[in-house]
């Protein structure tokens, strides 16, 4: 969660409102429901967390959006986070759950909400689940995206971006022409195959303590099928829910 910003799209997202996507009936969700999502890169957790707000009528809140929106803002916690990020500090975790619990107390959060690259360690969940029991909550469910790690590789490696305008392409390779400003197209260094599965490696070592730490809290820890659609995957998460 402690994160350092970069510029243009973070790792991480948080989008608290409306996406659009094609029409999808509207599922019900229980008052206050918060469902974390956990997976490794490449898995479609982004992807999947605005489709699922959109289908369930609740906002996608992650942990990029949310501290660059506080930092915006001119809060009180946002002015210290920005401290941290002027010195190109990590944010400490005990700021940005203070960041997130203000984004969980809003109107709009009311319902529930899609937690996305929120929790990646256990220290991340104990003080999420801290900042949620202040709030009167608590997590209703973890989802856990499955992927090959081959496919994880697959996907990720074959970004490209272009060196000039930075624009992100899929299908094409590094020393293309970028087809909007023939700039040449580029795979960034943590995209490379090794380097991809020493990201996917470190996600292992952390994340499988966090998937522990929730069964044994007794929170609903449900396995998600995540190849496929995009709507394959949206619609498997939503049967999931509503069993």
């Known amino acids: 969660m402690a994160e350092r910003t970069r510029g243009g799209s ?5 989008h608290v409102g409306a996406v659009r996507e094609r029409p999808v009936r509207q599922r019900s969700t229980t ?9 490794p890169p490449g898995a479609g957790k ?10 369930l009528g609740i906002p996608k809140v992650a ?21 941290f990020m002027d010195r190109g500090d990590l944010v400490p975790d005990d700021v940005i759950l203070g960041i997130m619990k203000d ?12 937690l996305d690259g929120v929790v990646r360690t256990v220290p991340q969940a104990e003080g999420l689940q801290k900042a949620l029991g202040e709030l009167g909550r608590d997590v209703s469910a973890v989802l856990v995206f499955d992927v090959p790690e081959e496919e994880l590789i697959r996907r990720i490696s074959g970004r490209v971006v272009c060196e000039k305008c930075q624009t992100p392409h899929k299908g094409l390779e590094p020393g293309d022409i970028c087809p909007k400003d023939c700039g040449r197209l580029v795979r960034r260094a943590d995209d490379e195959p090794e380097a991809v599965r020493r990201r ?3 996600y292992k070592a952390q994340t499988a303590p966090v998937i522990d730490w ?4 007794g929170v609903r820890v449900v396995p998600i099928d995540a190849v496929g659609t995009p709507d394959e995957v949206r619609d498997r998460v939503l049967g999931a829910l509503e069993r």
């Open 10 to 14: 973070g790792t991480l997202g948080t």
């Open 31 to 39: 008052p206050g429901k918060i469902v974390v999502l956990l997976g």
């Open 46 to 55: 982004g992807t999947q967390a605005a489709k699922l707000a959109s289908a």
């Open 63 to 83: 942990t990029g959006d949310v501290l660059r929106a506080a930092v915006q803002q001119g809060t009180a916690l946002g002015t210290e986070a920005k401290r």
């Open 103 to 114: 984004a969980l107390s809003q109107p709009d959060a009311a319902r529930g909400a899609i």
């Open 200 to 202: 996917l490696a470190v």
């Open 214 to 217: 929730y069964r044994t809290h």
